[in-house]
């Protein structure tokens, strides 16, 4: 008998039908003898509609109270699907974050979970009843309802499977697993068995929506193994583990573990700056000061003592990164800024580069054979990312996707 913990996202409780669907699967693992704890999202589009009326009132909402407002969207999922369990036989009891009592630290609208109390779950468990519990919410020790920002269910899901020392967190979605890229640009893209928290993490932070990030750092830093599976779909799904990856013959699977892209990049230059030490910092102190997050930089050295300094942010955050760039430019006697939207980033993600030479060369000749200029490099331990212009994207992903011989079963 497994101690299970299974997380429905919005998608998968958009109806009542899809409700009593997964309440069915959920039967299904009782009959099989395992224990299961569920965590739930709102359902589909709910949150956003909240978030909508809030607004309405001030564009700019208090947080508290936002919280406070957002947070229900997930107290009527946990009730629907308690109500659909117990109308086939399953006994099972709701629960809110505040009332399994996941305590958080007071940042609204992106708290971070410090502590989850087991007993009641446990006692359930052990009762033969299912908790039902809402994710994406806890509770500060001072009784506010706090929210843990975008996808924050999958991190309650997470959080309880290490609290409870759950066999599997199973994540159920609208996938049958993790791809080695995304299907809707190549439909030859492969569904992969298993793959590293490390390789996970990263493609997650380079635009793979499968996962929330906060939740893969979870899994991994309390070892808690992850499987991503379809709701609607049955198969293995993807396993994400702390091992490295073998095939049944005992042969490591294939270098790269998949293609990661993004589209919501943007391009600022700061041209002209003096050449000299402490100017990265004059300049992207600022930026940080201002709560924006740079990713990718360059700096290249010019032959009259001066240089252009390269870097990307999200494209929403672009008005305010000139703003401050500008600002700063000024102060140094600096040419100027520019700043371009037309970019897009591709990465290749797998731990294989560790101990292989030459897939930086293949990705920039495979690049180079259709013609597709890079403009930005970064590189780390098992990930390679170029910064390329937008409408080159899906040209890029099918190519390097071939490339690498990524549609191949190992």
Known sequence: MALLVHKYGGTSMGSVERIEH???????????????????????????????????????????????????????????????????????????????????????????????????????????????????????????????????????????????????????????????????????????????????????????????????????????????LSTFVDGPGTLITLDEKKTESGVEEPLIAGIAFSRDEAQLTVAGVPDRPGIAAAILGPIGDANIEVDMIVQNVGADGTTDFTFTVSRGELDRAAEVSRKVAESLGAAGIRTATDICKVSLVGVGMRSHAGIAAKMFKTLAAESINIRMISTSEIKISVVVEDKYLELAVRSLHKAFDLEQAP
């Open 22 to 228: 997964v309440a069915s699967k959920v039967a299904a693992a009782r009959a099989r003898g395992d224990q299961v704890v569920v965590v739930v999202s709102a359902m589909s589009g709910e949150t956003d509609r909240l978030i909508k009326l809030a607004k309405a009132i001030d564009p700019r909402p208090v947080s508290r109270e936002l919280d406070q407002m957002i947070a229900t969207g997930e107290q009527v999922t946990i009730a629907m699907l308690a109500i659909a369990l117990e109308k086939m036989g399953v006994r099972a009891r709701s629960y809110t974050g505040a009332q399994v009592a996941i305590r958080t630290d007071r940042a609204y609208n992106k708290a971070r979970i410090r502590h989850i109390e087991t007993e009641r779950l446990l006692a359930d468990c052990n009762a033969g009843i299912v908790p039902v519990v809402a994710g994406f919410q806890g509770i500060d020790d001072d009784g506010n309802i706090t929210t843990l920002g975008r996808g924050g269910s999958d991190t309650t899901g997470v959080a309880l499977a290490a609290a409870l020392k759950a066999d599997e967190c199973q994540i159920y979605t609208d996938v049958d697993g993790v791809y080695t890229t995304d299907p809707r640009v190549e439909p030859k893209a492969r569904r992969l068995n298993r793959i590293t928290f490390e390789e996970m993490l990263e493609l997650a932070s380079l635009g793979s929506k499968v996962l929330q990030i906060r939740s893969v750092e979870f899994a991994g830093k309390y070892k808690v193994p992850l499987r991503v």
